[in-house]
């Protein structure tokens, strides 16, 4: 490959030939309003102004930090392909198909509650318990969990041909919950089918957008997942609207054919950088390493972690039926929901951007705790629409703070040589707290006269138990209680 005069290059690309390994990171970290999911970028030896080889003048500092996006391996260093990263251009239009795919996945994933409450009130009235319904919304997020993985055994059939198939999987899914008249029926289409869809859209987005990008890598993931919010906020009054006008079978055909048409249109927008036969030649490999469970720290981080976000999904699933049974009417809590999903948006925003100042595992333990003394101090009294919109407010902007900060605290603990691997085993760790909603609802029917107060408990304790792990952890790895971590 012909090389250029070192001024010609950009000097914070982390893509060029020879590079030695990463020797200094920016610690001045920023977060601006639409970055909710960052990456790690480093300045390499040949460009580091302190070894000569670049003047201080041409050095443009990038501010950003380790998320998910730290999963997909980089660019072979040695392809002239990657010389020149946009940083924006059509870029700017792969955000936005990332935008629309986490609409319509976490969008339907997080209003589980609504459809929930739907078949417990029509079609399955009396035929089912709620912990067999509790349990579809657990297995719908235990595979988005589990299959992301699966990633790189698709990636020899290209980005737009992936994205197709797990469009049709999950529009599929959606569809055939309409046909369903038994309760396996919907664990199997809704859970697993819709599932294994939109983790195979969730990764193939996740894998492109960094192509694109430097210095706004950070800025257009934040862009992406903010879908997700808005997803949550105007699907559930649709949702709760369609069931009422056309019934719950119709709900599903509309939503699912919605589905289909929204992230096909998202996957024809995606378009990579990627030289012509890259992903053919790409080897099959997993990106696990059993030897990071040696890490006594990284273990505990799991165990904390794994424990506070067991709580995070019943309230949001919740709430629909336990609306219900205080006459609050479906539309009302419908908007309940809604409300706590764009709130959890804009919780990971604010409550990130502080996290960078008074350290990341800090904020996640406060928020955390903040969820859990809602649940139990907070919610049991909440009884009227008023009430129930401001649990659902406060609730909402410190319940997804995992999402926010969950992967720069483990690059913190693992070390980003190790963060690729790291962040793939906690994925998969993490869909154990699926099944908080299903335990909650064992929980709610062991109740006297199945009230909430059990459930409402469980809830808050895991979010308490999971930051107490954690702060363990802060005083094993710093030795103080009161430190910046």
């Keep these: 490959m012909d090389k250029k005069n070192d001024n010609e290059k950009y000097p914070n690309d982390i893509f060029k030939e ?89 969008g339907a994933a997080s209003i589980w509650g609504v459809f929930s409450n739907a078949f417990a009130t029509t ?9 067999e319904l509790m349990g579809v919304g657990a297995t719908l997020v235990v595979c988005i969990n589990l299959f992301t993985p699966m990633s790189p055994l698709l990636a020899r059939i290209g980005t737009q041909l992936t994205m197709i198939l797990g469009s049709v999987l999950l529009s599929l899914g959606m569809i055939l919950s309409g046909f369903a008249t038994e309760i396996w029926h919907i664990y199997l289409t809704q859970g697993v089918l819709a ?71 998202a996957s024809f927008m995606i378009r990579t950088r990627l030289p012509p036969g890259h992903d053919k030649k790409q080897p099959i490999r ?59 948006a804009i919780g990971r925003l604010i409550l990130g951007y502080f996290a960078d100042r008074i350290g990341r595992l800090n904020m996640y333990v406060m928020a955390s705790t903040v969820a859990g003394l809602l649940c139990m101090l907070f919610w049991p009294f909440a009884k009227t629409y008023g009430t129930m919109m401001g649990f659902s407010v406060l609730f909402g902007f410190v319940c997804g703070i995992y999402y926010a900060l969950a992967a720069p605290i483990t690059s913190a603990i693992v070390g980003t040589e190790n963060i690729s691997s790291g962040l793939s085993i906690l994925f998969i760790w993490s869909s154990i707290a699926g099944v908080g909603p299903t335990i909650a609802s064992a929980i709610q029917q062991a109740t006297p006269s199945q009230g909430y107060i059990g459930v409402q408990m469980f809830a808050g304790s895991v979010y308490l138990f999971g930051s107490l792990i954690c702060i363990l952890l802060k005083v094993k790895m710093t030795g103080s209680l009161f430190s910046n971590m």
């Design 18 to 106: 020879n590079a030695s390994p990463r020797s200094s990171y920016d610690e001045d970290l920023t977060l601006t309003q639409s970055k909710i999911e960052r990456v790690l970028s480093a300045t390499t030896e040949k460009n580091d102004p302190e070894k000569g080889h670049l003047p201080m003048a041409h050095i443009e500092p990038i501010k950003s930090t380790v998320t998910i996006v730290s999963m997909v391996e980089l660019p072979d260093p040695s392809n002239s392909f990657y010389d020149d990263i946009p940083n924006g251009g059509y870029g700017w239009v792969v955000a936005a198909s990332g935008f629309l795919i986490n609409f319509v996945m976490f």
């Design 286 to 344: 997993s990106p696990i390493k059993l030897s990071m469970l040696k890490d006594v720290d990284f273990v505990i981080w799991l165990i904390g972690v794994v424990i506070s976000l067991t709580g995070y999904l019943i309230p949001l699933f919740y709430i629909p039926k336990y609306c219900t049974s205080y006459n609050i009417s479906q539309a009302d809590s419908s908007n309940i929901v809604g409300v706590a999903c764009a709130m959890n």
């Design 195 to 265: 599932g294994l869809g939109s983790s195979i859209l969730y990764m193939s987005v996740v894998g492109v957008i960094p192509q694109w990008f430097t210095s706004l890598r950070a800025t257009a993931m934040g862009i992406s997942s903010a879908g997700a919010g808005f997803g949550g906020l105007a699907l559930s009054p649709m949702v709760s609207s369609l069931v009422q006008k056309y019934g719950l079978p119709w709900t599903y055909r509309i939503v699912g054919l919605m589905a289909l048409g929204i992230c096909l249109v």
């Design 123 to 131: 079609i399955m009235k009396d035929r089912v318990t709620t912990t």
